[in-house]
């Protein structure tokens, strides 16, 4: 389904019904890199409608000329959720740069947003302290196999480069990758406006929202031990950090991440 917007168009599925959880997937993919390993969560698990949503710029989600920032795309979000959940209670969960937009909208809409998970998430921080990237299986027979681009996503996002991650990878990722707006990925935004203009949480001490911060230890891409003002912000806040999983903790370290997730629900 689509929902207009100013700045273009929101594509979204609903899935099932209650509180709504609204779903942010990580930048270069589409929703379906949430939606396969989230909705077998809830063959066993009622009370929320999953809100899949496409990123302004990614999947079928449509932006026109004027977005030009982090500040353009949340402002679509916001809008979308105006428009469709109105004086409406609901829930988040963001992954990635899905994430950092997820604390754009709490920021914004913090009376509305009950639960917040955040799944390796970027930050507002320029400067960020990773660990060096490690690989911890590599199986060169496959990588042989792919074409050039595939396999250069899938080895800078993996550290456990083998035959099941790559049928996720495959099956989940990279679909959306082939759909993104690339010409705007690619432009000059991320060194002009990739950072909101407004620290997400700057102008509140704490907040009540019960949030669950899922990392990975190794991952090289957000890291793990920047996240302190977090912990700060948020009394009711869990942190996890999960061993033997980089910035894709999802798909190398799917069975936890999903006990996790279905314990924060």
């Known amino acids: 389904m689509l929902c207009t917007v100013k700045r273009g168009c929101i594509h979204y599925e609903l899935i099932g019904e209650g509180m709504p959880l609204i779903i942010l997937h990580s930048m270069g993919t589409d929703h379906r890199s949430m939606k396969a390993w989230l909705e077998p969560i809830f063959n066993n698990k009622r009370g929320y409608q999953r809100v899949y949503v496409d990123l302004p710029a990614h999947g079928h989600s449509k932006i026109d000329s004027t977005v030009k920032s982090t500040d353009h795309i949340l402002s679509n979000l916001i809008e979308f959720i105006d428009i469709m959940f109105s004086n409406k209670d609901f829930a988040l969960l963001g992954s990635s740069y899905g994430g950092y937009l997820a604390q754009g909208i709490v920021h914004i809409k913090r009376k509305d947003v009950k639960k917040l998970l955040l799944l390796a998430p970027?930050?507002?921080r320029k400067e960020r302290n990773v660990p060096e990237k490690v690989i911890l299986e590599k199986n060169h027979t496959i990588l042989y196999a792919l074409d050039a681009d595939t396999r250069a996503?899938?080895?800078?996002?993996?550290?456990?480069?083998?035959?099941?991650?790559?049928?996720c990878f495959l099956e989940e990722v990279q679909p959306g990758r082939q759909l993104?707006?690339?010409?705007?990925?690619?432009?000059?935004?991320?060194?002009?406006?990739?950072?909101?203009?407004?620290?997400?949480?700057?102008?509140?001490?704490?907040?009540?929202?019960?949030?669950?911060?899922?990392?990975?230890?190794?991952?090289?891409?957000?890291?793990?031990?920047d996240y302190e003002f977090l912990l700060d912000k948020f009394p009711h806040l869990n942190r996890v950090i999960v061993n033997h999983a980089g910035?894709?903790?999802?798909?190398?370290?799917?069975?936890?991440?999903?006990?996790l997730v279905e314990e924060w629900l």
């Open 122 to 124: 970027a930050i507002y």
């Open 153 to 167: 996503a899938f080895e800078t996002l993996m550290i456990c480069q083998n035959e099941g991650n790559l049928k």
């Open 180 to 225: 993104a707006n690339r010409n705007f990925l690619t432009s000059d935004w991320r060194e002009e406006g990739y950072f909101l203009s407004q620290e997400p949480f700057s102008d509140v001490s704490c907040l009540p929202q019960e949030v669950l911060l899922i990392l990975g230890k190794q991952d090289h891409i957000c890291g793990y031990q």
């Open 247 to 259: 910035h894709m903790l999802h798909i190398e370290q799917r069975n936890m991440v999903q006990q």
